[in-house]
């Protein structure tokens, strides 16, 4: 006999995990080489380092008690110095905010800034984690196209001067996950302005900022406009189980967000905040060691990239590369990625198609490459058997 549960809270309703995420299930079969995953390299996380960390945050025993709700004193003095300097003025303590991860900033916040139907505008492609949240908070979503200079800000200008009325533009700044590319300068100063005229917040979401390769990621768009909201994080510069992410926000919305994360968690961890705080604090330190993780993958992501356009020629158009973890390529000779997904995992490569990031576009001929976890032979052994897989159809 079954048993009847209980129904569960309609929210839920429109909220299911998409056929792509569970074909994906299988990449991690140790014959197929996986572009599809979106982690960093573990080999590249300072692993010692956050060992000694951690033994001298254990020296005190009070890291083993409950912290502050936004987060442990020293490590929001730290990140205030840090983000002081990122954003050109004075950013006081009490407008930095500890989350576990930025993922948490991005949940908290759609339910601080987020009625049931409020707006909230997203880029297409969309980061999926931010659509899960802006969803289960019951937001109607609308998106706005990427070009190879980030979100299309004419677009968002249209609408606006149609009569749209966002609450939240929501915007990946910085080597956009999943599509690869960065907002140019003029487009951040038009969207901080578009911010202020029409009135609604922008949450810039900027994980992978200090992963550049060639140049300096721009100024960031909250240095432009007190209406943006911006997330960080220690993920992909140090490592994600650090769970440590931040933002940086007016002093009310950090009061909001205090008043929800009380009732989330009570507090992050005083132990991987503290391993955190004295990671960041080590200046010179951390300066050559997001200096190596920037050489790694800078090299890896021009082999693949090199080998995409070897193999495949003008059949496909894919982005540069200039700094984070993805490449978006589009095919341009009418290859459906979903369709020739099972061929390319029978071929031992996997990939997400372009469609698991789709909002209102299709993107039926893109694909997401992620190049942080392999070596540049691997990574071109990867495209050959997309390549092989390719010829197929
Ligand atoms: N924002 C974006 C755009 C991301 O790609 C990710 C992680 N993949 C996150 C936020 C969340 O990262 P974390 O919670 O580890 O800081």
């Known amino acids: 006999m079954s048993a009847t549960f209980p129904p569960l809270a309609r929210r839920l309703d429109g909220l299911q995990s998409s056929a792509i ?23 590249l996380m300072p692993r010692d380092r956050i060992a000694a960390a951690a033994d001298a945050a254990l020296s005190d025993r009070s890291r083993l008690q409950y912290t502050e709700s936004p987060g442990w004193g020293p490590l929001r003095e730290v990140l205030a110095v840090r983000e002081s300097a990122r954003l050109g003025r004075t950013v006081p303590v009490d407008e930095i905010f500890v989350t576990h991860g930025s993922q948490q900033a991005l949940s908290l916040l759609s339910e601080v800034l987020l009625d049931p139907g409020a707006l909230v505008i997203v880029e297409d492609p969309a980061y999926v984690g931010a659509l899960q949240v ?19 800000v004419d677009i968002l200008r249209d609408r606006l001067a149609a009569g749209q009325r966002p609450a939240v533009v929501h915007t990946v700044s910085n080597f956009h996950n999943p599509g690869g ?8 100063r038009e969207l901080a302005r578009l911010a ?29 406009s007190p209406n943006v909201i911006r997330l960080s994080s220690a993920s992909k510069i140090l490592a994600p189980t650090l769970r440590a992410g931040w933002m940086i926000a007016p002093v009310q919305v950090c009061r909001a967000v205090e008043l929800l994360k009380q009732g989330a968690d009570l507090c992050g961890s005083a132990l991987t905040q503290q391993i955190t705080a004295d990671l960041l604090a080590d200046t010179d330190w951390l300066a050559a060691h997001v200096d190596s993780v920037r050489q790694v993958y800078g090299d890896r992501a021009k082999a693949l990239v090199g080998a995409v ?48 990031f789709a909002v209102s576009t299709d993107y039926t001929r893109s694909m997401r490459l992620c190049f942080t976890t392999s070596g540049a032979a691997t990574l071109e052994q990867a495209v050959d058997r997309l390549a092989a897989a390719h010829a197929q159809s």
């Open 21 to 43: 995420r569970d074909l994906l299930k299988l990449t991690s079969r140790a014959d197929i080489i996986s572009l599809a995953g979106g982690l960093p390299d573990a080999e």
């Open 196 to 224: 202020e005229q029409y009135g609604f917040w922008i949450i810039e979401d900027d994980p992978y900022g200090e992963l550049w390769f060639d140049r300096p990621s721009p100024e960031p768009v909250a240095t432009y």
């Open 309 to 356: 356009r070897a193999r495949f020629g003008d059949q496909v158009v894919s982005t540069d590369a200039t700094g984070g973890m993805f490449v978006w390529v589009d095919f341009t000779d009418g290859t459906d990625t979903t369709a020739l997904l099972p061929r390319a995992l029978d071929a031992g490569v996997a990939y997400v198609p372009g469609n698991a």
């Open 181 to 188: 590319v960065t907002l140019v300068p003029e487009r951040r």
């Open 134 to 152: 802006f969803r289960a908070a019951g937001a109607r979503i609308e998106a706005v196209p990427l070009d190879a200079e980030g979100m299309r």
